[in-house]
Nanobody, 132 residues
Framework: QVQLVESGGGLVQPGGSLTLSCVVP????????MGWFRQAPGKEREGVSC????????YYADSVKGRFTISKDSVKSSVSLEMSNLKPEDTAVYYC?????????????????????????WGQGTQVTVSS
């Protein structure tokens, strides 16, 4: 069941930039950590990044460190992912996720390899294509 509204995907050339945004219903402090997953064709879903709602802790997958930046806006109840120096291997459908449990931290346990996401809200997914 899709409950988050995402925007910002599209087609970009290698080396280009895109920013994804996701609006969360209500107040972000009502939720646990927020973040992004992605899934490329024929590949497993991969956690990309997260940010805490009660602190500013962040996590980034090794593949995007130094290129992606996650941020949150408490006034707009949103989370954004700024992506720069995009590579063809970043091509995927990107999904916003917000944990319903207000005490779920931003931690590799919930977003890293093999993470199991439970009790969470998901976005509908937005396509990011990096191609010349």
């Amino acid at each position: 069941q899709v409950q988050l509204v995402e925007s910002g995907g599209g087609l970009v050339q290698p080396g280009g930039s895109l920013t994804l945004s996701c609006v969360v219903p209500g107040f972000i402090l009502d939720y646990g950590s927020m973040g992004w997953f992605r899934q490329a064709p024929g590949k497993e879903r991969e956690g990309v990044s997260c940010i805490g709602t009660r602190d500013d802790s962040t996590y980034y997958a090794d593949s995007v460190k130094g290129r992606f930046t996650i941020s949150k806006d408490s006034v707009k109840s949103s989370v954004s992912l700024e992506m720069s120096n995009l590579k063809p291997e970043d091509t995927a459908v990107y999904y916003c996720v917000v944990h319903r449990d207000a005490w779920t931290p931003c931690h590799p346990e919930y977003y890293g390899p093999g993470a199991v996401v439970e009790n969470a809200l998901w976005g509908q997914g937005t396509q990011v294509t990096v191609s010349s």
